[in-house]
């Protein structure tokens, strides 16, 4: 007789069977629109260039199997899928694993580093201005606002205009060390960070005004210390539910801001690739982002669970 | 001063670095560095000995015998010889290469017969005196032959990957980001009458890619690259920095210019075309859109092309708005609709014109804008159509367009070839956008290639020039340049003949 699975692990099989599943309906979806845009991939490589000959489209159109029927080549895309091959780029003429492997690193560097500042920004003009004097408040939230609404191509030229043409503080753009990384990371920061501080401080204000902070007060407890140990905590649950939204806005948010910085990184090759069609690589990224998405929303389940007792279910 | 590491902002990136594969300017400026050429074309449009010691074409113009050096070792010690040229142009030619314009620039190659050590013969199945210029430019240089075999796979990635003889040794290629190169202290084979003459003075040459303008004109001007490619909208305040320098060279080759389709629609009408040509003045619309810096161009040739620009074509299309009315009043296009457009059987004059929006630059757009304004003046209806890539290049192929916009960049008349022999149509890869289909035009050409007497040569391309603006098969616009920012320190940057900056001898006055 087997015993029944302890409910960690239920949990997670359960997750990693949903997983697989978006993983597979996110390529498929990926497949078939790529096949369903107009134009072909062949014609698109070849561009307008001098040596378009039938003999080169013949040799490239057999080298990616596009002239299989469209259920064969979806069979083939899935069983090299399932080995883990993503194929080699049509544009670039490498395997698409090496492209993202090589650009990987910049991306996650700058989103990384944007996620860290916009939380810990967020949070500290959060416990300072929630439920203070209403002028704190109102400059707060100003500020808040202007910076949610200002375009992050605009503020990325007039942080390089400031600090690196005039001031030479940070070099130009590219990528290597923490220098060349502040100013990207402050411009994708800032509009997601004035964000999160709104959502984190409204649930504060909610929590400061429910009967329990008044008994908490009557304990003696400490204002800092209500903020910090109990507010924070009612506001964290709605401000993690953002947390999908903020992974989509982090990616997309890259292709902006690696532009304008001319750094390298995932979200340029993305836009190279939707533009020219190179399939492989699309589907890979495709890959990717759904693979972000599902560990973002398990980290955001877990911390809520963390947040709020409520949700833990009796085992 | 020697040393220190030499920064160039360039404004496109490439997918691709193999020369013998990609067809962008971009793989040409930044691969000069690693890979030499049999011969050398200057500034001047002259041709110098290179790898190519000296060479003789047949009478025919369809073989030709190239003496090579016998000193010049690849970066990976591999030594150069008749072998390795004959390597390369399989390597150009072999279908798995994929080439999208080395290729074409081979043209009729047959085959190449080693001769000896340092001694080939390469033979055509044509006539190519255009070979020698073709020769000449980065898209034919020679790669060491183990690394085209090694690393056949690979040759995109650019970095190590990239293993020629140049000056300069390919360390790395960070996609959207940087190229890096090493200075290659055996370099000793520079080109013949070149303006620096050895291994270059820099230790490190380093080629950022900087897509956004104002972004590279500010990493010119605060210093944080030596040279950029000076986007033409930041060209005046470039020239009145006094720490700066502009120095601007027309690019050879086909001129920007609207091409008109003459397969198809209302533009089947050769007067509808002439009537086209006359609508635009085109001289306020180039002083208007580029402020003095880009000149008007009256050809489909660029007039910096060595060997070929007839300038007896300037005037040849006048700007006459009364007299394109009185064409298009023949033509049978005398009605009008309600929006004041000229109508013909109850259909509007109204003509496509595709585009793809992300790889608009000049101020193309503004220009296209001013071009469509002018032709509404008479009646005229240009359509700007914004479309995707892959739907961009299948209208292309399919001839579904009224007017195509293009310039490419060549230093022979033989780019004409491209535009106006009659078998280069669009379909099978040609450039031959307006659909010119004439014999006298085909023979013109085809001589073009077989001509070896300068003069003669050029006649014949002059023919060429004279009849596609005649039949109204194009509307030139504007002249291309390349427009190149240094630095206080910089020196030592100089152009060859397709106006790209060259690198070998670049150097900074202080550390």
Known sequence: MSRPLPPAARWLLHRAAGAVLVLWGAASLAFLVLHLVPGDPVTTLLGASATDSTALRAEIRREYRLDDPAAAQYAAFLARLATGELGDSYQQRQPVSVIIGEQLGHTAELALGALVLLVAGALLTATLTAGRGRRVRGLASGAELIAVSTPAFWLGIVLLTVFSFRLNVFPVAGAGDWRSLALPVVTLAVPFGSLLAQVLREGMESALHQPFALTARSRGLRPAALRLRHALRHAAVPAVTLSGWLAGGLLSGTVLVETVFARPGLGRVALDAVSGRDIPVVVGLVLLSAAVYLVVNALADLICLWADPRLRSPV | ?511
């Open chain 2, 1 to 511: 001063m020697r040393g220190g590491t030499f920064t160039y902002a360039a404004a496109v990136g490439t997918s691709c670095l193999d020369p013998h594969t990609s067809p962008g300017d971009i793989t040409a400026v930044v691969q000069r560095n690693v890979f030499d050429s049999l011969v050398h074309l200057d500034d001047r449009g002259r041709f110098h000995p290179w790898l190519a010691t000296s060479w003789k074409i047949s009478d025919d113009a369809r073989s030709y015998t190239f003496e090579l050096r016998d000193d010049v070792t690849f970066h990976d010690g591999t030594p150069f010889d008749a072998a390795a040229v004959k390597a390369n142009l399989e390597h150009i030619r072999a279908p798995a290469t994929k080439s999208l314009y080395a290729a074409a620039l081979l043209g009729p190659y047959r085959d190449s017969e080693i001769l000896g050590e340092h001694r080939i013969r390469i033979d055509f199945a044509e006539p190519s005196v255009p070979f020698l210029q073709a020769a000449s430019t980065p898209y034919l240089g020679i790669a060491s032959p183990v690394s085209l075999s090694r690393d056949k796979d690979r040759l995109c990635a650019g970095g190590k990957y990239s293993v020629g003889s140049g000056p300069f040794r390919s360390e790395r290629y960070v996609k959207n980001d940087r190229a890096e190169f090493v200075r290659n202290a055996d370099y000793r084979w520079s080109p013949k009458g070149a303006a620096h003459q050895g291994p270059p003075l820099v230790d490190r040459l380093v080629v950022r890619f900087l897509p956004e303008d104002s972004v590279r004109a500010g990493a010119l001007t605060s210093g944080q690259v030596d040279a950029a490619a000076v986007p033409i909208t930041s060209a005046r305040a470039v020239r009145r920095d006094s720490s700066l320098k502009l120095t601007k060279r027309q690019a050879p080759g086909a001129a920007y210019a609207l091409y008109l389709n003459t397969g198809r629609g209302p533009l089947r009408d050769e007067r509808v075309r002439r009537a086209l040509q006359r609508s635009v003045d085109v001289d306020a619309l180039i002083r208007g859109v580029y402020r003095g810096e880009y000149e008007r161009a009256w050809s489909p040739l660029s007039p910096a092309t060595p060997g070929g620009y007839d300038d007896s074509i300037e005037g040849a299309i006048r700007h006459d708005p009364q007299g394109a009315a009185a064409l298009l009043d023949r033509a049978g296009w005398t009605g009008r609709d309600g929006e004041g457009y000229r109508t013909k059987d109850g259909r509007r004059l109204s003509l496509r014109w595709p585009y793809i929006g992300a790889l608009i630059r000049d101020q193309r757009d503004v220009l296209a804008e001013a071009v469509q304004a002018e032709l509404r003046k008479n009646g005229i209806d240009l359509v700007r159509e914004a479309v995707e890539t892959g739907a961009y290049f299948e209208r292309y192929g399919k001839g579904d367009y009224d007017v195509w916009d293009n310039a490419w960049v060549r230093a022979d008349p033989a780019i004409l070839a491209g535009f106006y022999l009659s078998a280069q149509r669009p379909a099978e890869g040609g450039q031959n956008v307006s659909g010119a289909n004439d014999p006298q035009v085909d023979a013109w050409l085809r001589a073009g290639a077989a001509e070896k007497r300068p003069q003669a040569r050029e006649t014949s391309y002059a023919k060429v020039e004279r009849w596609a603006v005649d039949h109204g098969t194009v509307l030139p616009l504007y002249v291309p340049v390349t427009a190149i920012g240094t630095g206080e320190k910089a020196r030592g940057l100089t152009f060859d003949a397709n106006a790209w900056p060259q690198f070998a001898g670049v150097w900074k006055t202080e550390r």
